[in-house]
């Protein structure tokens, strides 16, 4: 039974599942598909937001839940999550560049609504990504729970370039993953609230 729970508990088996949606998506590189490209470019733009989705779940899934202990398992690996998130993120920019070449760089399409969203998105991602080991948090004590705030303007840009899809077209597919985030966001809100106003009387 323990080295069953050793095994779980290995960051290396979190690390082994949080790959396991990129080994489709590898395999359907290697295929002659000519349009296999275009055809990961969801599927990475989706994990990315899901893993995103998971990581900013977990602090109010723990006030929630306090009984449960699958909450503060995840939370031990949030930031594992995040680095997830980042990587599929990466490989969706990548993709795209691949896939419309110099088109990518007019204005034209920059200027489009869900592509600019996706970018900043992106770009916010970045340095939350690079900061995410021991070495940086330790190096910006307090500071690195700030900048990782930044996640939340990353998720509505995300929720904005997912939704803005085909003429908004994704809507449908954005709030189905998003909702249960908003949800417990407002949760977690409505909970420090009260705490507040419970400290003031």
């Known amino acids: 039974m323990s080295s069953i729970k050793t095994f779980f508990n290995s960051p290396y088996t979190f690390w082994a599942i949080l790959t396991l949606p990129a080994i489709p998506l590898v395999l359907g590189l290697s295929s002659d598909d000519p349009e296999a490209i275009k055809a990961l470019l969801h599927p990475t733009g989706e994990f990315a937001a899901r893993f995103m989705i998971i990581a900013m779940m977990?602090?109010?899934l723990m006030m929630l839940l306090k009984g449960w202990r699958g909450p503060r398992?995840?939370?031990k690996r949030r930031r594992y999550l995040g680095v997830a998130a980042f990587a599929y993120a990466f490989a969706h920019a990548i993709l795209y560049l691949i896939d419309?070449?110099?088109v990518?760089?007019?204005g034209g399409e920059i200027s489009k609504f869900y592509i600019?969203?996706?970018w900043i998105a992106f770009l916010i991602f970045v340095p939350l990504a690079v900061t995410s080991t021991d070495g940086w948090v330790r190096k910006l004590g307090p500071r690195w729970k700030t900048l990782q705030r930044f996640i939340y303007g990353a998720a509505v840009l995300t929720l904005l370039h997912w939704a803005a899809l085909h003429e908004w077209g994704g809507v449908g597919a954005a709030m189905v993953h998003f909702v249960p985030l908003i949800a417990l966001e407002a949760y977690?809100?409505?909970y420090?609230?009260?705490r507040q106003r419970s400290r003031v009387v």
């Open 192 to 194: 420090n609230l009260r």
């Open 188 to 190: 977690r809100l409505g």
């Open 58 to 60: 977990i602090t109010p």
């Open 104 to 106: 990518a760089f007019t």
């Open 100 to 102: 419309e070449g110099a």
């Open 73 to 75: 398992w995840l939370m």
């Open 116 to 118: 600019w969203t996706g």
